[in-house]
């Protein structure tokens, strides 16, 4: 078997094994943050940050919604950490956003974070300040979801089918799931380019 049939298998597979009632929560959340007036704040690094980015920008313009990626500012981002330190730097982006009660922050990343390994210790560090405030929770995570997982309201892990294989299929099941999240009717505002064209 080709490593492509493998990959396009392994992918298959982890769809299959995808938790939806753990989407339907992520849905409900977001939901009830946006009618509420609250905001979200999207937190990665690596590809996940990539993702981040576009997860914001689709849930601005399809969804309505006031969200944020945390990274997408380079210059406030790296004049944070320079300032403060790698393992600050997303949750100095979340207190300088003046992060509160009713606003959510979302992460997207392989392992969720792991202090004892010093893995994305910021993404922990995140996550540690949205509590602090009484901010909403969710992530999208791979492996077995990490620090994010045991201190999000709502986590979407993503099944490991091939330990060689975490990271690619992780990041790119952030994006499948986000964008079946931002085309749900109950979340979704706004019709994209191509299907209004198709429905004209």
């Known amino acids: 078997m080709s490593y492509a049939a493998r990959h396009l298998r ?7 094994r995808l938790d939806q009632g753990s989407i339907e929560q992520l ?9 509420a007036g609250g905001r979200v704040f999207f ?9 981040c980015s576009h997860a914001a920008a ?5 969804g309505g919604f006031e969200a944020y990626a945390a990274t997408d500012n380079v210059s406030e981002l790296t004049a944070s950490i320079n300032d403060n330190g790698w393992a600050q730097s997303l949750a100095s982006f979340l207190e300088s956003s003046r992060l509160r009660a009713g606003d959510l922050v ?9 202090i004892e390994h010093n ?12 509590k602090s405030v009484g901010a909403k929770i969710a992530a999208i995570v791979g492996r077995d979801g990490g620090y994010a997982a045991t201190v999000a309201n709502v986590c979407v892990i993503v099944p490991t089918v091939n330990p060689a294989n975490v990271t690619p299929h992780a990041e790119a099941l952030q994006s ?25």
């Not at 937190?43 to 993702?51: M, Q, Y």
């Not at 689709?58 to 399809?62: A, E, P």
């Open 58 to 62: 689709d849930f601005r313009r399809l």
């Open 43 to 51: 937190v990665g690094v690596g590809g996940s940050a990539a993702n």
């Open 119 to 130: 893995v994305s210790p910021n993404i922990v560090a995140a996550l540690q300040f949205a």
């Open 176 to 200: 499948v799931i986000w964008h079946l999240v931002v085309s749900d009717p109950r979340v979704r505002k706004t019709t994209p380019k191509w299907e209004s064209l198709s429905d004209s």
């Open 27 to 35: 849905i409900t959340l977001l939901v009830a943050t946006r009618d």
């Open 106 to 114: 979302c992460a997207f990343s392989v392992g969720g974070g792991d």
């Open 10 to 16: 392994e992918t298959i597979e982890i769809i299959t």
